[in-house]
């Protein structure tokens, strides 16, 4: 069984969201505890990631729970299961390829500047879980691979931006398409400092906070100190989110952080990415260092907002 929070997630949708399904149209109608909070079981899991998928391939709401409703379970599961389904226009329903081996095609694809190939390899990444999952356990790998790829000579500079323009224009779609909850006491800001370009992994996150209810700013990548103070300002922000991909973000970050405590802010100061965890945080309370995985960062930053609140 599973509380809401983590049925959400399983599914790939905000809790909001969740709610409204199962409110509106009735998709599932999850078991409650004493305490009166509501459990879901596998069954509901199943039928909540057919909704999901029905509307993500541009069912109304509406429509997709009436037939979710008329479906047996064996049904339910097929539409929802993800892998099962035949996404690739020829592809064995029944293939099962795993991360490393998407990792590989991507970085092949991009060596051979294939747009087709990769788009399509990009469409059976983010089929096989929710958008948390795929972008922490097979998209941000493969960047990574195809980082290596251009590194080693594999592939050249137009593959490797053609194919990390791809996955942006992905996780764009999927940031405007988590909605922007109404704020809360202000909003998260979350980007990069100053001279950080690698601004994938910031806008992954972003996403993901923004699909677990959170009112997310995206300010992106290479963005000066003086920029970052004005838009705490004026969006009176309770927390910033840094991205500290690489060695060289660390000192411009924690210049980023200084200049806000200087300034007499109390927002929250958080940490993320590759190299956030080596930095020494002293003096600027504050402060959290968020952990690797996007839904483990994102519930860390909840948890702390929520005590502060």
Same mark, same amino acid.
Not at 136 to 161: F, Y
């Given at each position: 069984?599973?509380?809401?929070?983590?049925?959400?997630?399983?599914?790939?949708?905000?809790?909001?969201?969740?709610?409204?399904?199962?409110?509106?149209?009735? @998709?599932?109608?999850?078991?409650?505890?004493?305490?009166?909070?509501?459990?879901?079981?596998?069954?509901?899991?199943?039928?909540?990631?057919?909704?999901?998928?029905?509307?993500?391939?541009?069912?109304?709401?509406?429509?997709?729970?009436?037939?979710?409703?008329?479906?047996?379970?064996?049904? @339910?599961?097929?539409?929802?299961?993800?892998?099962?389904?035949?996404?690739?226009?020829?592809?064995?329903?029944?293939?099962?390829?795993?991360?490393?081996?998407?990792?590989?095609?991507?970085?092949?694809?991009?060596?051979?500047?294939?747009?087709?190939?990769?788009?399509?390899?990009?469409?059976?990444?983010?089929?096989?879980?929710?958008?948390?999952?795929?972008?922490?356990?097979? @998209?941000?790998?493969?960047?990574?691979?195809?980082?290596?790829?251009? %590194?080693?000579?594999?592939?050249?500079?137009?593959?490797?931006?053609?194919?990390? +323009? &791809?996955?942006?224009?992905?996780? %764009?779609?999927?940031?405007?398409?988590?909605?922007?909850?109404?704020? +809360?006491?202000?909003?998260?800001?979350?980007?990069?400092?100053?001279?950080?370009?690698?601004?994938?992994?910031?806008?992954?996150?972003?996403?993901?906070?923004?699909?677990?209810?959170?009112?997310?700013?995206?300010?992106?990548?290479?963005?000066?100190?003086?920029?970052?103070?004005?838009?705490?300002?004026?969006?009176?922000?309770?927390?910033?989110?840094?991205?500290?991909?690489?060695?060289?973000?660390?000192?411009? &970050?924690?210049?980023?952080?200084?200049?806000?405590?200087?300034?007499?802010? +109390?927002?929250? @100061?958080?940490?993320?990415? +590759?190299?956030?965890?080596?930095?020494?945080?002293?003096?600027?309370?504050?402060?959290?260092?968020?952990?690797?995985?996007?839904?483990?960062?994102?519930?860390?930053?909840?948890?702390?907002?929520?005590?502060?609140?």
């Amino acid at each position: 069984m599973y509380t809401i929070k983590q049925a959400a997630a399983r599914c790939g949708v905000p809790v909001q969201l969740l709610r409204a399904w199962e409110r509106r149209y009735g @998709v599932v109608s999850p078991s409650r505890t004493e305490s009166g909070y509501r459990l879901y079981d596998e069954a509901a899991i199943a039928r909540l990631r057919a909704m999901r998928r029905l509307v993500d391939d541009g069912w109304a709401p509406s429509t997709a729970a009436a037939q979710i409703r008329e479906l047996d379970d064996d049904a @339910v599961a097929h539409i929802g299961g993800g892998p099962q389904l035949d996404l690739l226009g020829g592809a064995s329903s029944a293939e099962v390829v795993d991360a490393h081996e998407l990792s590989e095609a991507f970085v092949d694809s991009a060596s051979r500047l294939d747009e087709p190939a990769f788009e399509t390899i990009l469409d059976r990444m983010f089929a096989r879980g929710s958008f948390e999952q795929v972008a922490s356990e097979i @998209v941000m790998p493969a960047l990574v691979a195809l980082g290596e790829g251009w %590194a080693s000579g594999k592939v050249d500079v137009a593959g490797e931006h053609a194919a990390a +323009n &791809a996955v942006q224009r992905r996780l %764009a779609l999927a940031f405007l398409a988590a909605g922007q909850p109404r704020d +809360n006491g202000g909003p998260v800001l979350v980007g990069l400092p100053p001279g950080a370009r690698h601004d994938l992994g910031a806008l992954a996150f972003a996403t993901a906070a923004r699909r677990a209810g959170l009112s997310v700013r995206y300010l992106g990548a290479d963005l000066p100190v003086a920029d970052w103070l004005e838009a705490i300002q004026l969006t009176n922000a309770r927390a910033i989110v840094i991205g500290v991909v690489i060695g060289r973000d660390v000192k411009p &970050a924690l210049e980023v952080a200084r200049a806000v405590r200087a300034a007499g802010s +109390n927002v929250l @100061v958080a940490l993320g990415g +590759n190299r956030a965890a080596s930095i020494a945080t002293d003096g600027l309370e504050p402060v959290l260092i968020l952990p690797d995985g996007l839904s483990e960062a994102v519930d860390a930053l909840d948890e702390r907002l929520r005590l502060a609140a």
